[in-house]
Every structure is written in structure tokens, then in C-alpha cells.
């Protein structure tokens, strides 16, 4: 076995490897840019090599940066975890010349399957079922249309080195293949290095669901179970399960089989992932094969038991799989949620800055589940714009789909991110909609249950009770605790206001306190809306985080002071609450509301980023849909359109440079 190997990598994953390697106690080595100086990954390594600037190109994609690296600190073997280095076969052959081990796969197994467009002939030739499509490279975008014309729409435009749904497009016309294929081929290029894109038919109604296998050097391979992928957003996944609420025994035979046929004919060795598209009928297709460790692979660890960067380690240093198809066993059902430093509320656009305050759930065994969070980040952490804006996975496992469904929900409405936007909100009100907790899902979910964005779930009465009761008891513990200063003339009475409305957004709730004595712990029965509850919490001003029973039922809600009042999130709902007495509360119902600015002539930069191009000049009218311009942040780029028939006044950007959010790009006549 090893005694020191390096992670040619940053982030949760590199902490993930690392974990495992402690455990098995094998010494690490962390890598890092100027940006990942103070990460957690380094301070988590025994040791720790610089390797150059903030820009991946310059840093974690120089393998022979990491080759010195290794040399320098004595590591016998290489984790590349995932993304930068993890499928580049002259990276594994450079390492190989080194005497180095990579723990992955050999560089004929990354060569045949990491190419898609070369995949998928190998693909046809081992008969495995593929997506119909052209696998030659095109020459340009009016070769596309032809191509897409024949295959018929619509179609998707992928990059044939890509991943990460980078370099990939659906189009439904000819139009959306001309623009698709430019953006594929710009985005291919600048996030690969290779702007080479292919064309298959797009399956509707999807689902994206992957089968993992692991093989040794001895001939040994074996499949564990499959993931469900299909809450996709920009072709990126959201949220995985494992197993797949769709799949039945025999479909999940069938793929794994032939997941295992595809591993043994290119001599595979260690962990990887067959992707499969699988239609309403169960028919299945091979997408492609990822010759690396997946982002989610907790998912498939939690329902097997087995450790995936262990079995590769061990797999890189020669041994044997300790087990055979007929021992693996599927347990329960586990559900990962991807964080991202992106705001939900517009169009999960990125969201970079420091973490000013990062309080994930508790891990470990909570009676029946499980909840487990992978990360990279700590609080005071930045993220950068220049890499991947996920901030941690979060896993749950339970028996039932539903109890890990339930868990999950908890686990998102207790995990407190400030100094960035972040995307959980919009994870949890996810798991409390009806669609995602029955299973009915396709790659196409998020575009069909939000066609116009996500934005805030509106409570009905029974939420509006849940969350009057939370800001209440807050308001009231409050007023509690400043009635006990040391230097108030007046002694306390431990008596309040019977009567008080609570404003909850827009809404007003009457509510009315069965017991005047506010006790800490706080314990009391209050009526809202016309329904008496009792409240039990331990809260305390300036805990992120109220936990406590409403009328029996656990309730985590997050709590935040704002001006003259709190913010609250619970399930997906955020809205500000007020607590006012009946009196206060009619006459700020007769106060005018105030509107927000006019920006309607206004091209605003919607996040943070780099201007690649300005596709219009002053004075020039632009019709409804027209690319006006784009912009790049954390390697995506966005194209930003007119929304209605515009005469462009004012350019007061220009391509390179790097802007503010809301920073003003454009301005119309």
C-alpha cells in the first residue's frame, strides 16, 4: 500500500480523498493556486505544494506542475479526483514515465471512453445501445443544420471533450442550431481546450440515470447499483438519488450488464460511470463514460456501504476486489444536494464573495437516517470566480425515499450560508414539491416547473401559522431578555401584551398569547389565525438557527435581523417578518409602498463576471430575442437578450473587462 499520495485537485473534493486516506493512513499531499492559499483542503493535507497562479490554466491544469510536486514531497501515487487532470491520458502516461501511480483508470481506458464522440463508436461496436446521432467532428454551423435536419429536432449540440454541461446546447430550429453551435464550440474551447462538438438526438421527457462500476487488475468487475441525475438545471445536475425511483429490477440488470460488457472491453480499472438517457418506456442509451471518481458518488457509498476512494486506492495499488457482483447490496435510499454559490431568485446566475457565515447541519447518524455534508469551504472562506461554484454536497440516507426526502428537508432548512447567494432556498422547496416526492421526473423538471424562475413559495394558512409562531416566540424571548438588563429603572414583570399581529411579507396574522408569562426555555400556548398551538423552543437572540416543536411538529427555520424586523426561511419560503400591536399594525396597512427604481432601460450585468463580447452598437435598433451580449463567470457563458424591441443609446462596456452585479452594460432610447 501507499504511504503518501498527492490530490491533483481543490475543494470538497480533495477534503473528500484526503478523509479516506487518513483513515486508511496514507499521508497526503495538497496542491494549490494563489486562490486556494488558505483553503481547506491545504490546511486538511500533511503537507502542502504551491503550483502557481489563480487560473486553472496555469495551476491545477499543469501536470507537470504536479509531477514536481510529487517529486518534491516523495508521493508515490496520484488522486486526481474530478474535472482539471482526472480524464487526460497524457497526464496518466506523464506519470507513468515518472513511476508514479495514478489512481484511476489506464490511459487506453481515458482515450477510449473519454472522447465522446470516439466513446460512442466504441459504444455501437461493443453493442451497447447509443443515442442516434452524428459522431464525426463538424466542420461548421451550416454543416449543423444539416446534419440536425437530418437527424431531426430537436437536438442537442454536445462538446466531445466536455463534462459538467460545459459545451453543450439544445436546439429545437435551425436558428437555435446556428447559435448553439458557436456558444458550444467558444465554451468547449475556453473550459477543454478543444472546441470539437458533435451532434445526437435529444430525448424528451428523460431521465438521466448512471450505473457505477468498479474493476481491479485481476479481471474483476462489478456494477453497484445506479444514480437518478435528471434534476438537471443548464444541463448540470442538482440533485441525485441512488437507487432510481423509475428503474425496475430487470432495466437495472440490463444497464448494469451492459455498463460491466463496456468496462471489461477496455480493460477498465477502478471506479467510473456509464451514463445512460432513459426514455418513459425504460428504453436506455448510452450517453457516455466518465473515467473518473463522480461529483456524486456519496449517494452510491451510502446505499452500498462501500467507500469508492478506497476501493480505488486499493484498486491503483494492486489489490483485489474484496467482493463479487452476487455481495452487493442495495440499502435504503440516499439523496445528495449539490450547493452552489448562485442566486435562485435570478436565474441562478453566480454568486462569488466571502463566506461570512457557514454553519452546515450536524453529520452523522440522527435515529433512523443519516446526514452526511461534503465540503471544501469553512466560514471566512471565499469563493472565487475562478472555479467550480459548488459549496458542498449535501447527503442524506434513510430507509425510504420519502423519510430521505424528509431528512434532507431538515438538513436544508438548517443550513445557514451568508455572504454569498446560494441556491437553499430553491433546494428546499424542492423537496416539498408534490412532482420531485412522487418521482415523476425528467431532465427537464427545473424548466417545467420554473419556466419563469424560481421566487420565494407563498405560505398557505397552516405555513403562516408555522412561521407567525416562529417570529413571535423570537419578538417575545427578545423582549424578554431586555426586560432582564441589569440597568432598567423598572423591574421585570415576566407579563406581555396578550394581543399582537404578526406581518408576515405582505400578510397580517392576528395572534393572541393563551399565557402572559413568557418563560425561558420558552413554552406557550398561542393562537394564531384562530388556532391555539403550543410552542416549544431553547432559541436565543443571534442563533441562526430556531428549532423547536409547533403544536407537536419539529420546526428548523432560519432567523436573520433585518431593519425593524426578521427575515425567515423554512422550506423554501423567505419573507420578512414584523411583530406589531393590533394598533400599529392598521396603520402601517394605510402607509404608501414604496416602488422600486425604474431600470426597464437598463442591460444590467446580472452577476459577477468577464464581458466576452458586445453583439450590438449605439444606435442600433435590436428586436425582441437579440443577442446583445456575453458574459462569462466561474467558465459558463451567458448570453444576455433583448427582452422587447430595443434602440441601444449608450455602450458603457466593452469586452474584457470585468463588472460588478448590476453594473450597467447597455442603456436604450
Given at each position: 500500500?501507499?504511504?503518501?499520495?498527492?490530490?491533483?485537485?481543490?475543494?470538497?473534493?480533495?477534503?473528500?480523498?484526503?478523509?479516506?486516506?487518513?483513515?486508511?493512513?496514507?499521508?497526503?499531499?495538497?496542491?494549490?493556486?494563489?486562490?486556494?492559499?488558505?483553503?481547506?483542503?491545504?490546511?486538511?493535507?500533511?503537507?502542502?505544494?504551491?503550483?502557481?497562479p489563480a487560473a486553472a490554466a496555469e495551476s491545477y491544469l499543469v501536470a507537470d506542475k504536479i509531477i514536481a510536486a510529487c517529486k518534491q514531497t516523495g508521493a508515490q501515487a496520484v488522486h486526481p479526483g474530478y474535472g482539471f487532470l482526472s480524464e487526460r491520458a497524457s497526464f496518466c502516461e506523464a506519470l507513468e514515465q515518472e513511476g508514479i501511480v495514478f489512481i484511476g483508470p489506464k490511459p487506453k481506458a481515458i482515450m477510449a471512453m473519454g472522447d465522446k464522440i470516439e466513446s460512442k463508436k466504441?459504444?455501437?461496436?461493443?453493442?451497447?445501445?447509443?443515442?442516434?446521432?452524428?459522431?464525426?467532428?463538424?466542420?461548421?454551423?451550416?454543416?449543423?443544420?444539416?446534419?440536425?435536419?437530418?437527424?431531426?429536432?430537436?437536438?442537442?449540440?454536445?462538446?466531445?471533450?466536455?463534462?459538467?454541461?460545459?459545451?453543450?446546447?439544445i436546439a429545437w430550429s435551425e436558428a437555435e442550431v446556428r447559435d448553439g453551435f458557436d456558444r458550444a464550440r467558444s465554451e468547449a474551447k475556453s473550459s477543454f481546450g478543444d472546441d470539437r462538438v458533435f451532434i445526437e438526438k435529444y430525448v424528451v421527457e428523460p431521465r438521466h440515470i448512471e450505473i457505477q462500476?468498479?474493476?481491479?487488475?485481476?479481471?474483476?468487475?462489478?456494477?453497484?447499483?445506479?444514480?437518478?441525475?435528471?434534476?438537471?438545471?443548464?444541463?448540470?445536475?442538482?440533485?441525485?438519488?441512488?437507487?432510481?425511483?423509475?428503474l425496475d429490477a430487470t432495466t437495472r440488470a440490463a444497464m448494469g450488464e451492459q455498463s460491466v460488457a463496456l468496462a471489461r472491453a477496455v480493460d477498465y480499472q477502478s471506479a467510473g460511470t456509464v451514463e445512460f438517457i432513459v426514455d418513459r418506456d425504460r428504453n436506455f442509451y448510452f450517453l457516455e463514460m466518465n473515467t473518473r471518481l463522480q461529483v456524486e458518488h456519496p449517494v452510491t457509498e451510502l446505499v452500498t456501504g462501500i467507500d469508492l476512494?478506497?476501493?480505488?486506492?486499493?484498486?491503483?495499488?494492486?489489490?483485489?476486489?474484496?467482493?463479487?457482483?452476487?455481495?452487493?447490496?442495495?440499502?435504503?435510499?440516499?439523496?445528495?444536494?449539490?450547493?452552489?454559490?448562485?442566486?435562485?431568485?435570478?436565474?441562478?446566475?453566480?454568486?462569488?464573495?466571502?463566506?461570512?457565515?457557514?454553519?452546515?447541519?450536524?453529520?452523522?447518524?440522527?435515529?433512523?437516517?443519516?446526514?452526511?455534508?461534503?465540503?471544501?469551504v469553512f466560514e471566512g472562506a471565499e469563493i472565487s470566480m475562478y472555479y467550480d461554484p459548488m459549496i458542498a454536497k449535501l447527503c442524506t440516507w434513510a430507509p425510504t425515499r420519502l423519510e430521505a426526502i424528509e431528512e434532507m428537508g431538515e438538513a436544508l432548512d438548517g443550513f445557514v450560508v451568508d455572504g454569498i447567494e446560494h441556491n437553499v432556498p430553491f433546494l428546499a422547496a424542492l423537496m416539498k414539491h408534490p412532482r420531485w416526492r412522487e418521482g415523476r421526473l425528467s431532465t427537464g423538471f427545473i424548466a417545467e416547473e420554473y419556466p419563469n424562475g424560481f421566487s420565494p413559495a407563498t405560505p398557505d394558512a397552516d405555513q403562516e401559522g408555522f412561521l407567525g409562531a416562529v417570529a413571535l416566540s423570537a419578538f417575545l424571548i427578545e423582549s424578554s431578555r431586555r426586560e432582564r438588563f441589569a440597568d432598567r429603572l423598572r423591574a421585570p414583570s415576566g407579563a406581555s401584551r396578550e394581543e399582537w399581529t404578526v406581518r408576515l411579507g405582505d400578510s397580517y396574522v392576528d395572534a393572541r398569547l393563551a399565557d402572559g408569562l413568557v418563560t425561558i426555555p420558552f413554552d406557550m400556548d398561542i393562537e394564531i389565525g384562530g388556532k391555539v398551538s403550543n410552542i416549544v423552543t431553547d432559541w436565543r437572540p443571534g442563533d441562526a438557527v430556531w428549532r423547536g416543536k409547533i403544536a407537536g411538529q419539529s420546526v428548523i427555520a432560519q432567523i436573520r435581523p433585518v431593519l425593524n424586523g426578521l427575515r425567515l426561511d423554512w422550506q423554501g419560503i423567505s419573507l420578512k417578518a414584523k411583530v406589531l400591536t393590533p394598533r400599529h399594525a392598521a396603520l402601517e396597512k394605510l402607509m404608501p409602498v414604496k416602488?422600486?427604481?425604474?431600470?426597464?432601460?437598463?442591460?444590467?450585468?446580472?452577476?459577477?463576471?468577464?464581458?466576452?463580447?458586445?453583439?450590438?452598437?449605439?444606435?442600433?435598433?435590436?428586436?425582441a430575442g437579440e443577442t446583445l451580449a456575453v458574459v462569462e463567470a466561474m467558465k459558463m457563458e451567458n448570453v444576455l437578450r433583448a427582452e422587447r424591441d430595443l434602440v441601444v443609446s449608450r455602450i458603457n462596456a466593452k469586452p474584457g473587462e470585468s463588472l460588478a452585479v448590476d453594473a450597467v452594460i447597455l442603456e436604450f432610447a
Open positions: 500500500m501507499f504511504k503518501k499520495i498527492l490530490i491533483a485537485n481543490r475543494g470538497e473534493i480533495a477534503c473528500r480523498v484526503i478523509k479516506t486516506a487518513r483513515r486508511m493512513g496514507i499521508a497526503t499531499v495538497a496542491v494549490y493556486s494563489d486562490a486556494d492559499r488558505d483553503a481547506l483542503h491545504v490546511e486538511m493535507a500533511d503537507e502542502a505544494v504551491h503550483i502557481g466504441f459504444a455501437n461496436a461493443a453493442n451497447v445501445s447509443t443515442v442516434p446521432g452524428y459522431l464525426g467532428v463538424i466542420d461548421d454551423a451550416q454543416h449543423a443544420e444539416k446534419i440536425a435536419a437530418e437527424i431531426g429536432y430537436p437536438v442537442m449540440i454536445k462538446a466531445s471533450a466536455g463534462g459538467g454541461g460545459k459545451g453543450m446546447r462500476v468498479l474493476a481491479d487488475a485481476h479481471g474483476n468487475v462489478v456494477y453497484l447499483g445506479e444514480r437518478e441525475c435528471s434534476i438537471q438545471r443548464r444541463n448540470q445536475k442538482v440533485v441525485e438519488e441512488a437507487p432510481s425511483p423509475f476512494v478506497e476501493q480505488m486506492i486499493r484498486v491503483a495499488a494492486g489489490e483485489k476486489l474484496p467482493f463479487a457482483q452476487g455481495d452487493i447490496k442495495l440499502n435504503g435510499w440516499a439523496i445528495e444536494s449539490r450547493l452552489y454559490a448562485e442566486d435562485p431568485y435570478r436565474n441562478f446566475l453566480p454568486s462569488i464573495g466571502r463566506l461570512t457565515r457557514y454553519r452546515p447541519p450536524a453529520e452523522g447518524r440522527s435515529g433512523n437516517a443519516i446526514v452526511r455534508n461534503d465540503t471544501g416602488l422600486p427604481p425604474d431600470t426597464s432601460k437598463l442591460l444590467l450585468c446580472p452577476m459577477p463576471g468577464l464581458v466576452v463580447s458586445i453583439a450590438v452598437v449605439e444606435g442600433q435598433e435590436v428586436k
